[in-house]
Every structure is written in C-alpha cells, then in structure tokens.
C-alpha cells in the first residue's frame, strides 16, 4: 500500500467490498455473532469509518477474538514484533480534530490485531469484555435519546419503526404461543427479539434524523448513498451490542433487499470516495449513539465534598485521579481490596462504578475494615439516574439513603446532591422542587431509622488522625530524615530524601566489585534491575496509567528502606545491612508518619529521641499521647519492634567495629612511625600481655557460670 495512491486504496478497498455485497456476504449480513467493534490496543477508543469496517470484516472472516488493533509504530513502542507470516489491513490513519471528532485522512497506516504480535515487553491494558445486554441497552436508548416507548399497537406491522412523534411503536407478537413447558423461555425470546428489533428502529431513526437531507437533494443516486449510510449503521450498531438486528420488513421485500445491495455495489465501484464518506458518517452516528445512550451516575465525594453527574468512563477516570494524588504505603498496594480495585481502574471497555467501587469505597462500613481508612480517604457513593425514583412521586429507598448520608457529612454536601437529584430529574420529565425531597427526606428520617454510625466513625477516625498526623509531620510532599550516621533528624521533601539515599546506593554499587559474595551479588542485581525500570518509566507514563506516579515512588521508599535501613539485613548478614558497613554509614530511615519517627528514634541513644520529642511538640500535640497511640498494638507487632531494635543494634556495632578497627590501625601506624626496634619490641610485648588478660578474664567467666539478667526494653519486651 505504500507505493499507491490514495486513489488506487479506494478504488482496491471499494471494489473488494462490492465484490463481497455481490456475493450475498455484506457486512450487515453476515451470519453467525458479529464481530466485535474494534478499537485501538493503547487507549482502548474505538475505531472509526472505513478502518472500523474493514477490521470487522477481517475479526469475522479470520476468527479473531480479539478486538484490539495496532499500527506499526505502537508495536515498536512496545518492544514487539508481528509474528511470521501474519497480514496486516492496509487502511488510512485518522486525525482528532479541536472538537475531538475523528476524521480520515489519505496517509496509509496498517493495523495489525494484538493476536498476530508477539514479545510484548510491556503488557498492554487489560480489556473489560463489554456487557452486551440487549434489552437493558434498548432501555436506555428510549429513556435516554428522548424516544417514548408505545409498545406493540393494532396493525403495528411486522417490524418496530419511529413515528414523527419520537415514539417507538413494537411490532405486533403474533408468533409468541403462551402455554408450554417452555412458555418462560419464549417469552424470553420474544423479548430480546422486540429489544433487537426496536434497537435497529432506533438505528434507523437516527441515520434519518442525520440524513434526510440526502434523500432531499438532487444527487442522482441519493436513495442508494442513503440506503448505504443506513446499512453501515446497522453492521457497526451489531458489532457494538453484539448481536444480529432483524431486516426492517415493513416496506421491503426480500428481492428489493436483493437489488439495493446490487445498487450499492455498483454505486461504491464507480464511486469510491462515496463508501469513506458514508462509512465516516454512519459510525459517527452510532458511536454517538452509544455514548449518549450510556447510563449516567451522580457520584458524591465525601473527601472533597463535590457532587458530580458523569457516565461510567467519566467516574472511573475521576476516582483513578483522586487515588493518584495519594501516597499509599507498600502494605496498602498488596491489600486484596485495593489491589481489585486498581485493576478494575486500569482495564477499559465496560465498567460499571456502582458496582465496581461501591463495596471497597462506600464510607457506610465498618472503619476498621474499610478500605477508606487504609487509604486515609472519607470515600465515594454511586447512585444510577434511573434508579433515583420508585415512582413519580416518590425517591427511591437508595436516593433518599444516600442523601441522608451526605446530610450526615455536612449540610452543603446534602445541599448540592439535592441540587443534582432536582435536575438529574427533570431533564428526566420528572418535576420534583427541593422541598420535595426535604419532606420525603424527613419522612424516611423518622420512619426507616437510617443507620449513619459507621460513617460517622469513619470520618471522625480520619479526622482525629490527620489532627495526629498534621503541621508538617507528615504530609504528601513531606517526610523526615532519621539520619543515623550524623545524628539528627531531617525534614525535607519525599523526593531530595529519596534522590540523597538513591546516591548513597549507587556509590555503594560502583565500589563494590560484582564478584564479591552471594549477598552482595543478589543486592547488586536487584539494584540493577531497578536502575532498567526507572529508565523506562517514560515510556510507560505516555499511556497515562492511573496511579502510577504513587506506585514508582514507593517502590523507590522501599529499595531505600531495603538498603539504608539499620534494621534490614541487608542481603540475609547475621552481621547487620551489609551496605551499611560497606559505606561506613550507620544508615538512615524515610518517615512519613510520627509512629515511624517515634520508633526509629529509639535505636540510638536520647540525642534522637529528644529531637523527635521536640518535632512532635512543635506541631501541639502531646509527647506522651503520641507515644500511647503509637505504642503496639499486639504481641506480633511488639515482636517485630523488638526484632528491629536487634538488627539495628548489630549494623550499629559492626559499624562502630570497623570504625574502631581503622582508628586503631591508624594510631599503631603512628606510633610505630620513627620508633626505634627496641622501643617497637616494647609494644608488641604488651600487646601479647593484654591478649592473654583477656583470654584468662573470659576463662573466669565461663568457671563461674555467671547469669546475665534480661534487660528490658520500653516495648516491654526482655533482651
């Protein structure tokens, strides 16, 4: 394709799809479950005009079950290739324009589906399989697109149709036969036929409402390019439900089907650039159809008090960026709940908010099982438009539970989901004034008891928490520096205290020969792999994954944590962290909260105690109560203390060994600089003496079989 012409594209693409309507295999004809509509591997839209026509047919025709497509040059983003013997569809590439439409140009691009690749070394974004529910989207569709379902009417035909009024009138069921063993399953049946049937209706009215100024002109085959337009509609409105639409059978016969197919193969023969409009025009259509015919969420944000009105991408995007600007800890990222949730965040196609994020995010649960705590978040709450209203007159047990919530938060948030409740309704044809929904809020007050308590302990543990923790001990942006080598305690931002100790590890990496010793091999490794992804990550934030941000900075925390912190060994040392004691450095701890401060200030001497002491004053809170909430909370935690304070206490003293050692060594250097033979045999002399006392002092020790007494420590535990 790269050596045609646009021209000679067309007239190839345009000729092998006349070929295939001649044929009977049109492909809004063809048999069997339509393919599903494709759309782009990276950002998961879908695929427009021509380039969407032509992957359908080739899903179809090659029995791809994927329906995910790249071009050449997302490939070699991905470090992949095609694999042997695989073709590609030769389409043209599409521009966004400032309004965000699609529109085609005369570029060549080819598409390549994510089956026909291989050695992907980034994993693409999971696709959600979307829910094709028939009769639940032809509901929407009416309820949302303005068209007022009349049901099936005497002498309503064979097929559903639009009148001029927006009414959709069903055709009459003459075939259902109640009665049976199996009258549930027909009448099942029937149902998702009349959902099918009403949905191609609806197809149908709004290629009309487009188009109809086509039939108007005074173009020689307006009825053919019109036909064309409606059929195109059709295939692509299949591909999105996932389901076969019936014929409309009330005007044609199935020989006048016959010839406007021929029509309109010899119409896109002659004239190809015909088949790229109509293909642009008729997906523009349905996909504007989909999206307006997507259900909509009111979504109350308990943590910033804001009430918004958004379709199902729309709250997943805004719930991903919220958790983004979080600094969640490496316990919370393995958490089954949040881990679930991250993924639902991450995959596209179908989502559905109020199932999805209601069980881990919904405030209404008990605070020490929440997931909200875990996160420090107050959390989030879904309610469907549709389901804001048991009838006309009256809200809906789950509208009035939830504005009862947002009372309980705070009377401007019960205030703005009021507002949203009042206009979500009357755009909905529903009048309700907000003293309305005051009186039936009041009403189900008195009568259901609404139960708020776990909400209202939620938020005020979040509260007193964040009172605990704020004035700069620990903030998004901020941490302190315990430092044990120089003795104090740092504040400074997240990213200077991680930048500092990732300069520590790399000059422990370029002094320390790779053929060393197991532990050292393993830590070298593991640093080395870390320095690839970091130098990959551009490439991956391009994709704009949520959340992100938050994982690649603790995973720096951690490696930090891993290789400064006295406390880790460092490579499985019974010694102590083996880094430390080959940088001479005593270590340092990243802390973001005041119980990480009050107990890496304990590991060494009151210097660093007093300052921390000082540190939490300085913010109004008191010493002692902060010790008291900080203190263990179980004899597994107490343990881990303890555990630490050892491993600690061993890197301080091989540190400290070493130190000795060289100082020792450099003072004999010293001395034994200048000195005469005789006054050189003098030393060695005693030496060998003050060998031998300490040798003896250790016989006497072990003959008296001296008990040394437990020490114990301010976690109450003995050493």
């Known amino acids: 394709m790269a050596n045609k012409h646009f021209e000679e594209f067309a007239q190839d693409c345009a000729n092998k799809l006349a070929s295939q309507i001649e044929a009977g295999k049109a492909?809004?004809?063809?048999?069997g479950v339509p393919a599903a509509y494709p759309v782009d591997a990276i950002s998961g839209k879908p695929l427009q005009g021509i380039t969407a026509l032509q992957l359908m047919v080739r899903e179809k025709t090659s029995g791809f079950e994927d329906n995910r497509w790249l071009t050449p040059s997302q490939i070699a983003v991905l470090g992949a290739s095609v694999k042997k013997g695989a073709r590609g569809v030769p389409s043209v590439a599409w521009n966004q324009g400032l309004e965000g439409e699609f529109k085609p140009t005369k570029i060549p691009q080819t598409y390549y589906n994510v089956e026909q690749c291989e050695n992907l070394k980034r994993p693409l974004p999971e696709l959600l399989p979307i829910e094709q529910q028939p009769k639940a989207q032809f509901e929407d569709m009416c309820a949302l697109l303005g068209y007022t379902n009349k049901g099936s009417v005497w002498e309503s035909g064979v097929s559903a149709y639009v009148n001029g009024r927006d009414e959709l009138i069903?055709?009459?069921?003459?075939?259902?036969?109640?009665?049976?063993?199996?009258?549930?399953?027909?009448?099942?049946?029937?149902?998702?036929?009349?959902?099918?049937?009403?949905?191609?209706?609806?197809?149908?009215?709004?290629?009309?409402?487009?188009?109809?100024?086509?039939?108007?002109?005074k173009h020689t085959d307006k009825e053919t390019?019109?036909?064309?337009?409606?059929?195109?509609?059709?295939?692509?409105m299949q591909s999105h439900i996932g389901s076969k639409l019936p014929r409309n059978q009330n005007d044609f016969t199935t020989e006048e089907i016959i010839e406007q197919n021929k029509d309109i193969a010899d119409l896109i023969r002659s004239h190809p650039s015909i088949l790229f409009e109509?293909?642009?025009?008729?997906?523009?259509?349905?996909?504007?159809?989909?999206?307006?015919?997507?259900?909509?969420?009111?979504?109350?944000?308990?943590?910033?008090?804001?009430?918004?009105?958004?379709?199902?991408?729309?709250?997943?995007?805004?719930?991903?960026?919220?958790?983004?600007?979080?600094?969640?800890?490496?316990?919370?990222?393995?958490?089954?709940?949040f881990r679930e949730l991250q993924t639902n965040l991450h995959k596209q196609g179908?989502?559905?908010?109020?199932?999805?994020?209601?069980?881990?995010?919904?405030?209404?649960?008990k605070s020490e099982d929440s997931l909200c705590r875990k996160i420090n978040h107050c959390g989030f709450a879904f309610v469907e438009e549709n389901r804001l209203t048991k009838d006309k007159e009256n809200l809906s047990y789950e509208s009035l539970n939830l504005l009862n919530l947002t009372h309980?938060?705070?009377?401007?948030?019960?205030?703005?989901?009021?507002?949203?409740?009042?206009?979500?309704?009357?755009?909905?044809?529903?009048?309700?004034?907000?003293?309305?929904?005051?009186?039936?809020?009041?009403?189900?007050?008195?009568?259901?008891?609404?139960?708020?308590?776990?909400?209202?302990?939620?938020?005020d543990t979040l509260s007193y928490d964040r009172r605990r923790g704020q004035n700069d001990i620990v903030t998004r942006v901020s941490c302190l520096v315990v430092n044990y080598d120089t003795n104090r305690i740092e504040q400074t931002t997240i990213e200077n205290?991680?930048?500092?100790?990732?300069?520590?590890?790399?000059?422990?990496?370029?002094?320390?020969?790779?053929?060393?010793?197991?532990?050292?091999?393993?830590?070298?490794?593991?640093?080395?792999?870390?320095?690839?992804?970091?130098?990959?990550?551009?490439?991956?934030?391009?994709?704009?994954?949520?959340?992100?941000g938050t994982i690649a900075l603790e995973k720096e925390i951690a490696?930090?944590?891993?290789?400064?912190?006295?406390?880790?060994?460092?490579?499985?040392d019974r010694n102590g962290n083996v880094v430390l004691r080959d940088l001479d450095h005593k270590g340092l701890i990243i802390c973001r909260s005041a119980k990480e401060l009050l107990e890496a200030s304990s590991w060494q001497g009151t210097a660093l105690e007093a300052q921390a002491e000082a540190i939490i004053q300085k913010t109004g809170l008191d010493v002692d109560k902060a010790k008291e909430l900080c203190a263990p909370r179980n004899v597994q935690e107490a343990q881990q203390r303890f555990n630490d304070f050892c491993c600690a206490q061993k890197t301080f003293y091989s540190v400290e060994t070493v130190r000795r050692q060289r100082s020792e060594e450099q003072t004999i250097r010293q001395i034994l600089q200048g000195a005469s033979p005789e006054k050189i045999q003098e030393i060695k002399e005693l030496i060998k003496a003050e060998i031998e006392r300490i040798a003896k002092s250790s016989q006497k020790n072990v003959q008296k079989n001296e008990v040394i007494q437990p020490v114990r420590t301010q976690s109450g535990m003995e050493r």
């Open 170 to 217: 069903l055709a009459q069921r003459s075939s259902y036969e109640p009665g049976g063993r199996d009258s549930d399953k027909k009448y099942e049946l029937s149902q998702l036929r009349a959902a099918l049937d009403g949905i191609r209706a609806i197809t149908d009215a709004r290629v009309y409402d487009n188009f109809q100024g086509l039939l108007e002109s």
């Open 559 to 572: 490696l930090c944590d891993q290789f400064l912190n006295p406390a880790r060994s460092g490579g499985n």
């Open 27 to 31: 492909p809004w004809e063809l048999g």
């Open 408 to 459: 309980a938060r705070s009377p401007r948030l019960g205030s703005l989901t009021e507002d949203a409740f009042k206009q979500s309704l009357i755009e909905n044809g529903i009048g309700f004034t907000k003293k309305q929904i005051e009186e039936q809020l009041n009403k189900f007050d008195k009568t259901a008891q609404a139960d708020t308590s776990d909400a209202l302990a939620l938020w």
């Open 350 to 365: 179908y989502f559905n908010p109020y199932q999805t994020l209601t069980k881990p995010l919904y405030p209404d649960q």
């Open 278 to 337: 109509a293909a642009a025009d008729a997906s523009k259509v349905v996909n504007h159809t989909i999206e307006k015919s997507e259900q909509k969420y009111i979504l109350v944000d308990f943590e910033r008090q804001e009430v918004k009105r958004l379709t199902a991408a729309q709250s997943r995007d805004y719930v991903a960026q919220e958790l983004n600007q979080l600094k969640l800890s490496g316990t919370i990222l393995h958490d089954p709940d």
């Open 497 to 548: 205290a991680v930048s500092s100790a990732l300069k520590l590890i790399e000059n422990w990496a370029e002094k320390t020969p790779t053929l060393f010793d197991r532990h050292r091999q393993k830590l070298l490794s593991q640093f080395g792999k870390f320095k690839e992804e970091r130098g990959d990550r551009h490439l991956t934030r391009n994709n704009d994954l949520p959340l992100f």
């Open 225 to 236: 390019s019109y036909f064309l337009r409606e059929n195109l509609a059709r295939a692509f």
